[in-house]
């Protein structure tokens, strides 16, 4: 039985793709599609953070610090209410929304019911509002990747499209929140995708660059913070930016901890405690807020205060570990709602604490605090979240200052190291394992190790042959070889195969004076270089018995041959042929 | 990639107007599916754009009203004395509209009235950030970093604010703001900088007397007495009743060692306010001057060898007191100088009366010489000396020629 290669051999031998009934390739369609789910998501996001605001208001008042009662009763009712909500009528929108469009993704065929992006449009919207300790950006993430599932199931692409349509409405979704496309970009490619594919990258991108378009007409190009200037005076600065690396990597799995053990603690307990849930979880936040206002909500105002020196070390550090209790909290008690807001604070709150701290400690280290704070908050991200290139995009994109750029990659780097030795999984794959979702994660691909063709290939027997050799010396030559199969190449430097039988039938038919290129097939055969995957290999082979493994940068140049017994030899004891 | 459309019929896949397979008639909307739902949700697009367009709007008033609401509760506050409920008040209007610069400025000011001033700095160099040029936003920095002791930053920022951008009457808030940076290097006892914005500040001054009054004190503080008496005297032609602006003439005139114009001065001063007690300190002093100076232009030869044996007995004391105090031993012991001039007035002390002197001018000359020493030697030795010794080194310090 021969294996049909799933792959084509050489792309100019493809057939030409059969166009859409109105003249559009399917890739232009599926951009365009990209675009308006990007112009949707941008409008719905830009909805979702007045619904917010105005929750605000109408329970919080417009004061940063709320009334009593008010800060106390707000979040412990609309809990409730949200549960209500939640557990009756739209069951899909607990948590934060990022693992439920990566579960769309890779379990239900990029299917999110727009039932989902309404409630948690309005769940979200009223338990942040309330003051519940989470952020809107994983929400608006949801709700993107909802308006691209119904927009695709509209079209009714394809199932490979409906798939990719997920994070294509995700990037949208959280480009508009954050207001930064290519953190948002780099996220869903990080988080959501979680591999790198070029398949999908053009239609995220463009998504998301249009989201940010729409937002940014409505709400203004100004980045969220307003951050000082920053410039390095003194190497010894990168010595703390590694402090504020080490304490964000213990702090992020602190936090991942807390919720990955209070979590199924709380699923666990009887149905009916999750109608109370969240009101507790409010009214516990109200209570920490009576001292510690700052806790509540999305806490940016708070984030451009602590980047201001309003505070001094001692309350940053206790505002960073309130937050941590407060998210874990409404989190884990299942109200809707994002952990990327929360992240920021902690932080910046973090960054802020360890800042001032060295500023007294080493008072020539003069570092504006807005600086530690800013890094902080990608250190957090990477020691929390575990998105080590979202994080450093992310700290460039909401700051402008590219002069940031060493000490976030040192804080950040340190940070992800300490988390990953300490923390085996990052925070998304732990909550998707508690929701018995095994979805995958660039982390993972990252681990597993890819066999490549080196690993399987074995030297030839006999030297390939020019197509101008004469049949019958091919013939006397093939005789000696221990292969089956002759391998033989052309002046236009592709190859040909030719099997020991057909040789002697040639010779039989008195064509022995005829040259090999006389009787070679019209399509050369597939050939593979030593360092791609064993994967790619396989898919190439298809019928030929053998496979010529060449230089990269001298295709005649014959470095091994492959089959399909040393590719299966390979993939059975680990990627090690036999010898 | 699109499953293709099916007839409404058979449900076979159709492209054209009559299904292939049962004939029936394909409705073109179901043929032209895709466009219809391009065009339907470019249509849906437009219409979420415009009900956004109007939340937007909506909201955004909303907040901007606030915004005021909040702001006028902390202008409140701030004329109530409470200025942490202001800043509060202000950081909440702050929320709603954070790049006013009305607000902003505000906070930084309460921030500073409520002794927050590294906080108001912040908030100030992101103001700055946006506009560096700004003047009014320098010169704030300027003050908060000479609060904060930051020399070299508010020098940086004084020096911005006077080259920077203002709204209104730029020229004048460019001279306020040079007069003011020269009270700050003067504070900083930096007087040769300080001399140098008061003769720009002078350039751009236009002719006004409390201005060139203002300029006056400056130099003055600055150790310019010339451009000061150059100020004080335009101030005081200008507005001839100044008492202040006389009285700084008098005190600049004074510092140069024309006493003959500081008297005129200081008496004038002296009867627009005759409580004034440093300008009749002053008076007092130059008074003595006039009258001990044994050179003085004009004298009459017996008036003249008079003072100057007066003066030349005054010296002598004066060092036999000096030399006391130092050694606090008799002359045997005393510092070189002193003693050197000692045994010289000594050798002629008995010869130097009044009669003696008008007749022998080397010997008047030799007398005062000496006597002017002293006092010069003594200043650097004892300090500064008071009463007539004072008047006689203020004196001696006239006649520079006059010294060995």
């Known amino acids: 039985m021969s294996i049909r290669p799933l792959v084509e051999s050489a792309p100019e031998a493809d057939a030409p793709r059969a166009p859409l009934r109105h003249g559009m390739r399917e890739e232009q369609f599926f951009l365009l599609v990209a675009i308006i789910i990007g112009v949707f998501s941008g409008l719905a996001v830009v909805c979702f953070r007045i619904a917010i605001d105005w929750a605000r208001f109408l329970l919080l008042t417009s004061a940063l610090t709320p009334p009593f009662p008010r800060i106390v009763l707000a979040p412990a009712l609309v809990g409730v209410l949200v549960a209500v909500l939640v557990m009756v009528f739209f069951q899909r929108v607990r948590g934060s929304g990022v693992n439920q469009t990566k579960g769309a993704l890779y379990i239900y065929d990029g299917y999110i019911p727009f039932k989902t992006v309404i409630g948690k449009f309005i769940t979200s919207a009223l338990a942040i509002g309330s003051g519940h300790s989470l952020g809107p950006e994983d929400p608006s993430l949801q709700i993107g990747a909802g308006l691209a599932s119904l927009i695709g199931r509209k079209f009714r692409l394809s199932r490979d499209k409906m798939r990719l349509i997920a994070p294509v409405g995700a990037a949208a979704g959280l480009a508009a929140a954050f207001n930064a496309p290519i953190t948002a970009v780099l996220f869903v490619i990080e988080e959501v995708i979680g591999r790198w594919t070029a398949g999908v990258l053009g239609a995220v991108v463009l998504s998301a660059v249009s989201s ?121 008690s299942g109200t809707p709602g994002g952990l990327f807001a929360p992240t920021l604070f902690i932080g910046a709150m973090l960054g802020g604490a360890v800042g001032e701290f060295e500023r007294l400690m080493f008072p020539h280290l003069a570092v504006p605090i807005g600086a530690y704070a800013l890094v902080g908050m990608g250190t957090l991200f990477a020691g929390f979240l575990r998105a080590p290139m979202t994080s450093v995009f992310m700290i460039l994109e909401v700051s402008g200052d590219y002069s940031i750029i060493i000490p976030v990659i040192i804080s950040n780097t340190i940070a992800y190291l300490i988390s990953r030795a300490l923390q085996q999984k990052p925070i998304f794959e732990v909550l998707s394992d508690q929701d018995g979702m095994h979805l995958p994660s660039l982390e993972e691909e990252r681990e597993v190790s890819v066999v490549r063709v080196e690993d399987a290939m074995r030297p030839p027997s006999m030297a390939p042959l020019h197509e101008d050799t004469p049949l019958s010396v091919a013939a006397k030559l093939a005789e000696d070889s221990y292969e089956d199969f002759i391998l033989v190449s052309s002046t236009a430097r592709n190859w040909y195969g030719i099997s020991r039988e057909r040789l002697r039938t040639f010779l039989k038919e008195g064509k022995g004076d005829l040259s090999l290129s006389a009787v070679m097939p019209l399509r050369p055969m597939p050939y593979v270089h030593p360092d791609q995957s064993l994967d790619l290999a396989l898919r190439e082979i298809g019928d030929h018995p053998l496979l010529p493994v060449v230089h990269r940068a001298d295709l005649k140049q014959l470095v091994g041959v492959i089959s399909l017994a040393d590719i299966m030899t390979a993939y059975h004891v680990g990627g090690r042929p036999l010898t | ?78 004329a109530a004395g409470r200025p942490d409920a202001a800043i509060a008040d202000l950081r909440n209007a702050l929320q709603f509209d954070h790049e006013d610069r009305r607000y902003r400025l505000r906070l930084v000011e309460t921030l500073v009235a409520a002794h927050h001033p590294n906080q108001a700095t912040s908030y100030l160099l992101n103001l700055w950030d946006e506009q560096p040029a700004d003047g009014d936003i320098n010169l704030r920095l300027a003050r908060l970093s000479a609060q904060r002791g930051d020399m070299t930053a508010a020098k940086r920022y004084y020096r911005y604010a006077i080259d920077g951008v203002w709204d209104n009457d730029p020229v004048a808030h460019r001279l306020q703001t040079r007069l003011e940076f020269a009270e700050f290097l003067i504070g900083h006892e930096a007087f040769g900088d300080a001399q140098a914005e008061l003769l720009a500040a002078e350039e751009e001054s236009p002719n006004d007397a409390a201005l060139r009054k203002r300029l006056g004190e400056l130099f003055l503080q600055a150790g310019d007495a010339g451009n000061a008496l150059a100020n004080f005297s335009t101030a005081e032609r200008l507005h001839p009743d100044d008492a202040d602006a006389v009285a700084g003439a008098g005190e600049a005139a004074f510092d140069l060692g024309e006493y003959e114009s500081a008297k005129t001065y200081l008496e004038r001063a002296r009867r627009m306010e005759p409580n004034n007690a440093k300008v009749s300190d002053l008076l007092q002093i130059t008074s003595e001057v006039l009258e001990a100076d044994p050179l003085q232009r004009g004298l009459a030869g017996g008036e003249r060898s008079r003072r100057a044996a007066d003066a030349f007995h005054l ?62 030697v003594t200043a650097k030795r004892c300090g500064r000396a008071s009463g007539p010794d004072r008047a006689l080194q203020l004196a001696a310090q006239r006649h520079p020629e006059s010294a060995p």
């Open chain 1, 212 to 332: 940010v378009v729409v937002a940014r007409w409505f709400l203004g190009a100004e980045p969220l913070f307003r951050i000082p200037t920053y410039s390095m005076v003194h190497p010894g600065e990168l010595l703390a930016y590694a402090v504020l690396g080490v304490a964000g990597g213990f702090a992020g799995v602190v936090f991942q901890k807390l919720i990955g053990h209070l979590r199924p603690a709380l699923k666990a307990l009887p149905r009916w405690t999750q109608y109370l849930q969240p009101g507790v979880a409010g009214l516990l936040i109200g209570l920490i807020a009576l001292r510690l206002p700052q806790v509540q909500g999305a806490g940016y105002e708070y984030i451009d205060q602590a980047m201001h020196g309003q505070y001094l070390w001692e309350t940053l550090g206790i505002l960073a570990g309130a937050k941590i209790l407060a998210t874990t909290l409404s989190f884990t």
């Open chain 2, 1 to 78: 990639m699109t499953d293709a459309p099916k007839c409404p019929a058979c449900g076979n896949p159709v492209s054209q107007a009559k299904c292939p397979v049962c004939g029936g008639a394909t409705p073109w909307w179901v043929r032209r599916r895709e466009p219809l739902l391009l065009a339907v949700l470019v249509a849906m697009a437009a219409a979420f754009f415009a009900a956004t367009t109007f939340l937007v709007r909506f909201h955004r008033q909303r907040e901007l009203a606030l915004a005021e609401g909040w702001f006028d509760q902390g202008e409140r506050d701030v």
């Open chain 2, 315 to 376: 010296a002598l004391a004066r060092v036999e007191q000096c030399t006391a105090k130092l050694t606090g031993e008799p002359v045997a012991a005393a510092p070189a100088d002193l003693g050197q001039l000692k045994s010289q007035m000594d050798a002629i002390a008995k010869r130097v009366t009044a009669p003696a002197l008008y007749r022998d001018a080397d010997l008047m000359a030799q007398a005062i010489r000496l006597a002017f020493r002293v006092e010069e």
